[in-house]
């Protein structure tokens, strides 16, 4: 164990401010830069993105911008446990951040979309593996018993960027330019590499075997990429086609990766009986389910309630705001109440969805607010003492592919609800002009089958304790047998 590691443990138990001892500043620092580029570059881009089109044509790519940057944030995720078993951590990361950097500069020069494109889909694969790293180092730089507290913060800094990020790209957008905006966001991870490089010691053997996973990240690409487009398809019915084949694809490679020498992905999952399993199952379903609040909120609060792009976005990011909140206000809470927010998380955010679905048509604004309110307390609420849990039960072994799923397969989760609630959209008629039937049917299937997956995420979690009690139970047993 770590000095910091041997701190955090002793004061653990203690008042919150323990986590803001000296020895964990700079780590805190750390994971909470490597989450919090990826939000920020996330809004900044998208703030500055319409004018980029603007200047350099290609309107129709626009949504391919978004799209194919979530594929490479996927695929550098998945990649980061191997990264890591080869370079190290310090040297992942420091190489994850010059390709962010590299990324942002090739989209602030570009002569053309297409150039845009790339840049984006190179910053999208270094982000990725900062996320998934800044997880795995949670692990290793705090003590378990702290874990909770430090995704608090990273609920926080999440927030935080959703509302400082479309800020500072507007502001230098308006000011200078989009490419000032772009080159500004190339120069973020100068700090968070100056940290890694203080900080981080490949101390362990690095435990990397075996040839490149070409196939697998091949199979899980053209999976993530299907999934991705699938909404962008003329016909509803090839979109589901799609979905179900992008779905194929990515179920195909884990199986191969099981195999594996080295892995990707913890070869527990897709299991329904690993407790581990069951978390990312949990993990996976909400973002699934919450995917129509990012796609759709700001879109029918603008068309169909009159307000202003940034007042809608503002609007729209209220779940952000009370998801960081109630992390921070939660993440002090005894142990003997983590397993009642961990069931409370999905269970609210069911409710959310379900109040926003009959409330987005006629219904008084603030009946919406406290929705989408609703929404982020439930991710607030359970998101960190879920993480902990399952990064605490990882296989032996295999504990850096468990703590890279978290983040990839909420991804995946994301994207896969992304492109079902694009076609349920799209279906119900939200592409042409909005009348208050089309409004209520296409919220109806938005959001109210987000609260149904989002029921099925609260099932999952009650399977996910449910396993881990019975696991405590084999270990006392075990123990008052010896």
Request: net charge positive; glycine share 12%.
């Amino acid at each position: 164990m770590s000095a910091t590691q041997s701190s955090s443990a002793a004061g653990a138990e203690e008042a919150p401010s323990r986590l803001l001892q000296r020895a964990n500043i700079a780590p805190l620092a750390l994971v909470n830069l490597g989450v919090g580029l990826h939000a920020v570059i996330w809004y900044m881009a998208a703030t500055a993105m319409p004018t980029a089109i603007g200047d350099v044509g290609g309107a129709e790519y626009l949504s391919w911008v978004g799209s194919l940057y979530l594929v490479t944030t996927i695929l550098g995720g998945a990649v980061t446990a191997m990264l890591k078993g080869h370079f190290g951590a310090r040297n992942a990361m420091l190489g994850a951040g010059f390709v962010v950097m590299v990324g942002g500069l090739v989209s602030a020069v570009a002569p053309s979309v297409g150039f845009i494109l790339a840049g984006r889909c190179i910053q999208g694969l270094g982000e990725g593996v900062l996320i998934a790293l800044s997880y795995v180092i949670t692990r290793e730089l705090f003590d378990n018993r702290l874990v909770p507290r430090v995704f608090g913060t990273l609920a926080a800094t999440w927030g935080g960027a959703v509302f400082f990020g479309p800020l500072v790209g507007g502001v230098l957008t308006e000011l200078f330019s989009w490419r000032i905006a772009f080159l500004g966001a190339a120069l973020l991870p100068l700090p968070m590499q100056a940290l890694a490089w203080m900080i981080l010691r490949d101390k362990h053997e690095r435990v990397f075997v075996g040839k490149p996973p070409l196939l697998r990240v091949s199979l899980l690409a053209i999976g993530v990429i299907g999934i991705a487009v699938a909404d962008r398809i003329g016909s509803s019915f090839l979109g589901a086609v799609t979905i179900v084949a992008g779905i194929a694809a990515v179920a195909l490679a884990l199986k191969l990766d099981r195999h594996a020498a080295t892995h990707l992905i913890t070869t527990v999952f897709p299991s329904l009986r690993h407790r581990v399993s069951l978390g990312l199952w949990v993990l996976i379903l909400m973002p699934m389910a919450e995917a129509g609040v990012f796609v759709y909120t700001p879109y029918l609060l603008q068309l169909d309630r009159g307000m202003t792009p940034t007042w809608a976005g503002y609007f729209g990011a209220i779940h952000a705001l009370t998801w960081s909140l109630s992390a921070l206000s939660v993440a002090s809470l005894p142990p003997r109440w983590h397993s009642t927010v961990i069931l409370a998380g999905p269970a609210t955010l069911a409710l959310g969805l379900a109040i926003q679905a009959v409330t987005m048509t006629g219904g008084p604004i603030l009946h919406v607010g406290f929705a989408l309110a609703l929404v982020g307390i439930g991710f607030g609420i359970s998101h960190s003492f879920i993480n902990q849990r399952i990064m605490a039960a990882a296989p032996e072994g295999q504990e850096d592919a468990t703590a890279t799923a978290i983040p990839t397969l909420e991804c995946l989760g994301g994207a896969i609800g992304a492109a079902a609630v694009g076609l349920i959209g799209n279906a119900a008629g939200f592409a042409g002009p909005l009348t208050s039937g089309i409004v209520a049917r296409g919220s109806l299937g938005v959001f109210g089958g987000g609260a149904v997956v989002a029921a099925l995420a609260t099932l999952a979690a009650l399977a996910f304790l449910r396993s881990g009690a019975r696991h405590a139970a084999l270990v006392r047993s075990s123990s008052q047998g010896e």
